[in-house]
């Protein structure tokens, strides 16, 4: 977006219900997802290591979990939570945070997916119908992705959805008694519509043979359409 004077402040993100082909979005409630988003990550035994760079943690049961979530709701976060569509199956979050409405600007962070969402299209198309409300909803300009520049998969993943690397971030946060050098992403609107196009196309059920496996890759989708 160039011409801004007509700009105006866009809604803040608030609570929303998403569906897709593959995946529900749905607003996170204590009282409904206490348990099973706590399954779905795979209990004491494997959440610790699935959410290792929340700035949280670790837990010991599904209440100090949802502490953790409800406090951060009270400060702003919007957790959205996974659905499959398939069996209605909890199976991941995902939350807007640092809202900036007066500059049309908003994160997607503390994403977690468990094992029957990972590396499947509902972990593409959640990221895609929270992307598409953004943009095409509230209006915004800027979409941002940050995280711990150690952490390899979550920059791999923001690059494949289309995400453009803006820098580093040097000794940007402590946390868990370590330093945090925090790599960061974006999509701006005049890049969403390319985007847009080729998660789209990647989703199309036509994009896959019969045991579900991918016949094109998003980046070569993306690739295509420069």
């Given at each position: 977006m160039q011409?801004?004077?007509?700009?105006?402040?866009?809604?803040?993100?608030?609570?929303?219900?998403?569906?897709?082909?593959?995946?529900?979005?749905?607003?996170?409630?204590?009282?409904?997802?206490?348990?099973?988003?706590w399954a779905a990550f795979g209990g004491a035994e494997q959440i610790n290591e699935l959410i290792r760079y929340f700035p949280g943690g670790p837990y010991e049961n599904a209440d100090q979990f949802c502490d953790w979530l409800d406090a951060n709701t009270k400060a702003g976060l919007v957790v959205n939570i996974f659905r499959s569509r398939?069996?209605?199956?909890?199976?991941?979050?995902?939350?807007?945070?640092?809202?900036d409405p007066a500059n049309g600007s908003v994160e997607?962070?503390?994403?977690?997916?468990?094992?029957?969402?990972?590396?499947?299209?509902?972990?593409?198309?959640?990221?895609?119908?929270?992307?598409?409300?953004?943009?095409?909803?509230?209006?915004?300009?800027?979409?941002?992705?940050?995280?711990?520049?150690?952490?390899?998969?979550?920059k791999r993943t923001a690059e494949r959805l289309g995400f453009t690397y803006e820098g580093l971030f040097?000794?940007?946060?402590?946390?868990k008694g370590r330093n945090r050098d925090t790599a960061w992403f974006s999509i701006i609107d005049s890049e969403w519509p390319r985007v847009k196009q080729a998660l789209e196309a990647?989703?199309?059920?036509?994009?896959?043979?019969a045991e579900g496996r991918q016949k094109r890759r998003l980046e070569d989708i993306r690739a295509e359409s420069a």
């Open positions: 011409d801004l004077k007509n700009w105006k402040p866009r809604p803040a993100p608030a609570p929303i219900s998403l569906t897709g082909r593959y995946v529900m979005i749905e607003p996170y409630s204590r009282a409904v997802h206490r348990d099973t988003l398939r069996n209605g199956d909890v199976v991941g979050m995902g939350s807007y945070m640092r809202a997607i962070g503390s994403i977690a997916h468990g094992p029957a969402m990972a590396r499947s299209p509902m972990s593409t198309e959640a990221q895609y119908l929270l992307a598409r409300h953004v943009f095409e909803d509230l209006g915004y300009r800027r979409y941002e992705w940050k995280c711990d520049n150690a952490n390899a998969p979550s040097r000794q940007h946060i402590v946390y990647w989703l199309d059920p036509a994009n896959f043979d």
